[in-house]
């Protein structure tokens, strides 16, 4: 079967480890043709043509997709998702903007944040935040898809697929891009980081956060947070992990003084290893920690960054 | 102008869902039911801009079975001027799926031709995060999804939306649909003396079938499980205690 995986690219770069994360579930439908849309693109083209298991690269480097808006990058896909079994990408705020109004062009039911590929019409899909898992089986024509990167490995390189370039749709014209406001940083990206460090309410304010972000520099982790600490202004909204926030599943998850709400768990439970550190034994967070830590944070936390 | 916002009725957030040992779904009975916190966040939002002179009227629908018309007087109680309601389904187990609920949206759109669509980012039962998108689709019109700040001009929108990186802002023309993420606002609770007036505005059912769409599930479910559990793990008594352990798991320390 043929099937399209939109690349991620931001900014003309490419997200290689989400791009080869959702590859490899990519992979298990058959022959993986890349999209990859942008501006000043040709390098990150080159770049996924690397990847085992492409057999082609498209290239439609063009201003307009430059930031990635949905209403002409979705355009420029449906103009060649008919040839393909399956257009998929991973289940980033970029492809899940633009894979379901692709969806509904073609009048194919959107699948969104696949698990795990039973087989070319079947999928498993978690509902409820996590709570259940769903196994769904789409007869639509053409399938449209967003993968839960954090459920796969990321595909190794060392292929050298052809790069076609592909020519840029019409522009529709409906929306127009004003900035980005991005945090500037040195840390890993929370997605694909091997260790995350996330704080929660029992922080108790943004000065001392910096025990959490002071932890993650010495080990070389991105930054967390729960819902909690950035409704209460400690974290910046981009650090959340959460149902509603970023889903992740680092090799090592330290959660300090979060204390395992539902809608936490959902992001981060599929982490290798789970420590908690909180002061109240009872908290559901010990529940799924590997390592728990009954203990007063603002003791325990600068002592496991001067030992580390 | 005219705000549509879609409401969908789901199990209320802070209920722990239990799978049906069957596998045939998610247990509902006795089970507490509300309006999607997402979608609050958008009546919060329209109710809002018709405070602030910028809407004439806003106009609230759901779609499913007939009880879903709880959550469209909560709506109606938190400030939106009429409820439509489209008579969907009866077993409360079946999700109307967001292919159908954009085709239903477009359909009512097509007549109220409403400036501005108000709707949650996604549903927390199916998670699906897919509606909006598919309405702007069908309506061939702008989409800023995952909005936490909207300004409405004369035309055009200006949206702040929430995406991985950080922050971006567009600018989106009219008509147009919104999707909002949790930190747009925080919705008001309904008044007393709202909630009774709420049972007096105006409040309209119709079916599919009068909008002529077809609400047949495209994707079969065939299953609904537990997901995997975590196995419990072990309590350290020190710090020191914790990295011994964390040396001898893991090689990232």
């Known amino acids: 079967m043929a099937v399209l995986l939109i690349a991620e690219i931001n900014g003309g770069e490419l997200s290689a480890d989400l791009t080869a994360k959702s590859l490899t579930a990519a992979r298990q439908l058959g022959d993986v043709t890349v999209l990859c849309a942008g501006a000043a693109c040709s390098g990150a083209a080159n770049e996924i043509a690397a990847f085992e298991g492409v057999s082609k690269v498209l290239c439609a480097d063009d201003p307009k997709y430059g930031n990635a808006l949905a209403e002409p990058v979705a355009d420029l896909i449906v103009g060649i998702a008919c040839e393909y079994d399956h257009v998929v990408g991973p289940a980033t705020t970029t492809a899940q903007n633009i894979l379901p109004r692709v969806a509904a062009l073609i009048d194919s039911m959107m699948i969104s944040d696949i698990s795990a590929v039973i087989d070319g019409e079947t999928f498993e899909r978690p509902i409820y935040a996590g709570n259940a898992v769903q196994r769904v089986r789409s007869r639509d024509k053409t399938k449209v898809i967003t993968i839960r990167t954090a459920a796969y490995d990321a595909t190794g390189t060392g292929n050298s697929a052809p790069v076609e370039s592909l020519s840029a749709a019409g522009d529709p014209g409906l929306s127009e891009w004003l900035e980005d406001r991005v945090a500037e940083n040195d840390r890993p990206e929370l997605t694909s980081a091997k260790i995350v460090v996330s704080g929660g309410r029992g922080v108790g304010s943004i000065e001392d956060f910096s025990l959490i972000s002071s932890l993650a520099d010495k080990i070389g982790a991105a930054v967390g947070a729960s819902r909690a600490a950035v409704d209460s202004g400690y974290a910046p909204n981009d650090w959340q992990v959460g149902q509603t926030g970023k889903v992740v599943a680092p090799d090592l998850y330290i959660a300090v003084g979060i204390s395992g709400a539902i809608q936490h768990l959902a992001g981060m439970k599929d982490s290798k290893i789970i420590v908690a550190i909180n002061k109240d034994e009872d908290a559901p967070i010990f529940q799924v920690a590997d390592f728990g830590l009954v203990a007063n944070l603002f003791e325990a936390v600068p002592e496991l960054t001067d030992k580390l | ?253």
Not at chain 2, 166 to 179: E, F
């Open chain 2, 1 to 253: 102008m005219k705000v549509l916002v879609p409401v969908k009725r789901v199990i209320d957030y802070n209920v722990k869902v239990r799978v049906r040992p069957d596998g045939s779904g998610v247990d509902l009975a006795n089970v507490k039911m509300s309006i999607n916190p997402f979608d609050e966040i958008a009546v919060e939002e329209a109710v809002r801009l018709k405070e602030a002179g910028k809407a004439e009227e806003v106009i609230v629908i759901s779609v499913g079975v007939p009880q879903a018309q709880t959550v469209l007087r909560t709506a109606l109680a938190l400030g939106a001027d009429r409820a439509i309601l489209v008579h969907a389904a009866d077993d409360p187990h079946t999700d109307i799926e967001p292919l159908a609920v954009a085709k239903i949206l477009k359909a009512v759109a097509d007549e109220e031709k409403p400036t501005l669509i108000l709707m949650g980012k996604q549903a927390i039962d199916n998670d699906l995060n897919a509606t909006g998108q598919m309405l702007a689709a069908l309506m061939g019109c702008a989409q800023a999804t995952f909005a936490s700040g909207l300004e409405v001009g004369e035309g055009s929108a200006t949206v702040v939306r929430e995406v991985d990186g950080g922050l971006q802002v567009v600018k989106v023309g009219l008509p147009c649909v919104v999707t909002v993420d949790l930190r747009m606002n925080e919705p008001r609770y309904p008044s007393l003396p709202n909630i009774q007036r709420a049972k007096r505005k105006p409040f309209a059912t119709i079916t599919p079938e009068e909008l002529g769409v077809d609400v047949a599930p495209r994707l079969e479910i065939l299953e609904t499980v537990e997901p995997p559990e975590r196995k419990a793990g072990e309590i350290v008594n020190s710090v020191d205690e914790l990295l011994e352990k964390l040396r001898e798991e893991t090689e990232v320390v």
